[in-house]
């Protein structure tokens, strides 16, 4: 059955459209009851409004702490319209119906944004009878319509209007639907926040509080294929914990996903903000594409992690072209020119401020998006002249980065989530920083000074390329690239073809062991002077004398950096 509104409470914290919504109500001869700050604003507008105390016959108090939390409120909108019972306890108790209740929450997330807020400041931004008031009527909402999202008001508007002051039986269930999403995304801000203090703090207790690993989607403004930190994933023993609550905010519907018939979105996750590659704003070009975001963010996942200048140009989620230099513009020069082919059309990232000799540089060049944590102003005019290309500026500050990795104090910057078929993996990020790689020589021949820094650099890459994954280098440049085949030799094939004759004297990495003797073989072959791999093959006596025979050094690191 509809619901016809007589009688609405209105408290708001987000007044946005409020008195225009009000002003409809009243000319449907709804009685409004209002709060606060909402009753001075709707008054103020010459919109007739009762005040709650007025309703309770009781003052608000402690600050305003105390409100609303009353059997004249609550009472009002519990009350089942279908129940006869229900309604003559109502009347013995001399309780009129609350047939409407609109209600937005104090804003929690913003506050808790802010730099330097505290503790005190966080706890009276937590809203207690709103919440109250929206789950009341969420929970009866058969009899009452419940509105938290200004957005909804022109509808709802609308149907009032035409209905001539009722509302559906199957708007009711919508509007309710959305009150509880509201609440509980509410709710996971404010225990994310406390959480992390929580945690940060964490002494020896016997009261154990397991944190959720939070996605929830909510909408509007990332996550980020990265979410939040470590804390909020695991408990305190490293664990991942049972219960899995993700919480996201849309930052925009993008034109189409990987494909032009896939539709798609992009969320930030809650809490991904300064640093996180959510959270860099476009400063100039053509929308984003997936493909782009993407591209993007795997770009700027390798530069991150260097302390010099280092450019890296991407193509279908792997490097083209990697390159550290003392300059920005040496750096792009050397990435782009591993495989200017494959760099046509590419996304380029750099850890350091892009310079206007690196954007006259890229300026006959097609590219599809640029990333850096800052630009030049006169970078920043030669790149307008292509007003086409993607300009995206992150608030990156690499040497606290870099600190935070070297010092194991948050290995985890975030986490990587894929989806499948009705569930969701995660995972720690494979985050390591440039030169703090521990290895073992295994051959009869040592590296040298300059292979060794090589080794080190392309280590450093190659787990940024989808395995099987070859990647050779020399001068801290990237010469050629195998990425994401079913084989290592075919990937080695590939990184020597690529690199062709700059193949010779260059160093070789790859992002798992050689399972038999025939990439060392091959790399050899090709003028390979040096090999790093994880090691761990049951073959692996068979690569190093290989390596021995030809006088090839080769480490080993133990570690596997697989990438799918």
């Not at 109500?25 to 009851?33: G, R």
């Not at 926040?193 to 929580?198: A, K, T």
Request: hydrophobic fraction near 40%; aromatic fraction near 8%; glycine fraction near 8%.
């Amino acid at each position: 059955m509809p619901v016809r509104i007589k009688r609405a409470l209105i408290s708001v914290s987000d007044k946005t459209g409020i008195v225009q919504f009000a002003s409809t109500l009243e000319k449907l001869d709804v009685e409004i009851v209002s709060t606060g700050g909402t009753y001075s604003q709707l008054s103020e507008q010459g919109i007739s409004v009762l005040k709650v105390e007025e309703l309770t016959g009781f003052p608000e108090m402690l600050e305003g702490r105390l409100k609303t939390l009353h059997p004249f409120v609550h009472g009002a909108i519990l009350a089942d319209r279908s129940k006869p019972g229900h309604l003559k306890q109502a009347q013995d108790a001399g309780i009129g119906l609350i047939d409407m209740v609109v209600v937005n929450l104090y804003p929690f997330r913003q506050t808790v944004s802010k730099p330097g807020v505290t503790v005190e400041e966080a706890i009276e931004n937590i809203d207690i009878g709103g919440p109250t008031m929206i789950r009341s009527a969420a929970k009866n909402s058969r009899s009452v319509a419940v509105v938290v999202d200004p957005a909804d008001y022109g509808a709802v508007e609308e149907e009032l209007l035409k209905t001539g002051g009722e509302i559906s039986d199957d708007t009711l269930f919508k509007l309710s639907v959305k009150a509880f999403q509201h609440t509980c995304e509410y709710d996971s801000v404010i225990f994310n926040y406390f959480i992390n203090i929580l945690n940060a703090g964490q002494k020896d207790s016997d009261i154990n509080v397991r944190p959720y690993l939070k996605i929830d989607c909510t909408k509007e403004e990332n996550s980020y294929v990265e979410s939040g930190t470590k804390n909020e994933f695991v408990s305190g023993e490293g664990v991942f914990n049972n219960v899995l609550k993700l919480s996201y905010e849309k930052i925009q519907d993008l034109r189409y996903g990987e494909n032009p018939h896939q539709k798609a979105a992009y969320y930030r996750a809650d809490g991904a903000g300064a640093g996180f590659f959510a959270g860099s704003s476009q400063l100039q070009g053509k929308e984003l594409s997936y493909n782009n975001i993407l591209d993007a963010n795997a770009a700027f996942a390798i530069v991150k992690e260097f302390e010099k200048p280092c450019v890296a140009v991407i193509k279908h989620n792997n490097p083209c072209g990697v390159a550290t230099a003392p300059t920005v513009t040496q750096a792009y020069n050397n990435a782009h020119f591993c495989d200017p082919a494959s760099a046509y059309g590419g996304v380029v990232a750099c850890n350091y401020a892009w310079t206007s000799d690196a954007a006259r540089f890229m300026s006959d060049k097609f590219v599809e998006v640029i990333i850096a944590p800052d630009y030049e102003p006169e970078a920043l005019k030669i790149l307008a002249e292509r007003e086409n290309i993607r300009v995206l500026r992150i608030d990156f500050n690499l040497k606290e980065y870099l600190e935070k990795l070297s010092s194991r104090i948050n290995k985890c910057e975030g986490f990587d989530i894929k989806g499948v078929d009705g569930g969701l993996l995660v995972q720690e990020y494979d985050a390591s920083v440039y030169g703090s790689l521990e290895y073992k020589v295994v051959t009869e021949k040592k590296p040298t000074i300059q292979q060794t820094e090589d080794l080190i650099f392309a280590w450093q890459v190659v787990k940024n390329v989808k395995s099987n994954a070859i990647v050779l280098a020399s001068a801290k440049t990237t010469v050629g690239i195998g990425a994401g085949q079913m084989s290592r030799v075919d990937a080695t094939r590939i990184a020597i073809e690529k690199a062709g004759e700059k193949a010779k004297g260059t160093v070789l990495a790859s992002d798992a062991y050689f399972p038999f003797g025939d990439s060392a073989q091959i790399a050899i072959n090709a003028g390979i002077t040096a090999i790093i791999q994880p090691g761990g093959s049951v073959k692996d006596e068979e690569s190093i004398k290989i390596c021995n025979q030809f006088g090839i050094p080769m480490l080993f690191t133990g570690i596997r950096h697989f990438k799918h």
